[in-house]
């Protein structure tokens, strides 16, 4: 399958000391044993863009594997990647093919479309219902961002 012109960024900040946090990565890191699930399905994600990531990732009784969390703007999604642990909270920044620059509103239909999935927060937790307060820690770094307080680097996945 083709590179569909997708990447994958996380969004990062410093701490007091100057040296970078990396949320997404140590959220990864500290649960090693499960990782590679949700590791593999950002993987899927990168190769089939957007929308086809959408509409195309389903579990294995066809319920789709993204989803939509709330109806505030701009939009945050949702990775399950059941049976695993993982809930990767993520934004769709779209380029427009003329500027090259992210942009957090809706855009409109292009012949080939091109962006960053940026990853805003990673969960690992069994239990099957959404929390508020998984939104409003994947909202937070979303604000900041497009505000310019964090910028994003990309997200690199482990070859094997």
Known sequence: MPES????EQ???HDG???ERLPIEEAFAANRAEAQSGLSKLGILRLLG???ARVSMRDS???PRIEKVDDDPPPIYVLKCKPSCWRIYFHVAEETQEKGEHS???TTPQARRSGAFLLLYVVCKKQSKRDSED???ARRPLQLWQRGHVRSKAFLLPTR
């Open 50 to 52: 957007w929308p086809e």
């Open 61 to 63: 009784r066809g319920r």
């Open 17 to 19: 000391d100057g040296n």
């Open 11 to 13: 969004v990062y900040s």
């Open 5 to 8: 012109g997708w990447r994958l």
């Open 135 to 137: 939104i409003a820690h």
């Open 104 to 106: 957090v509103t809706k």
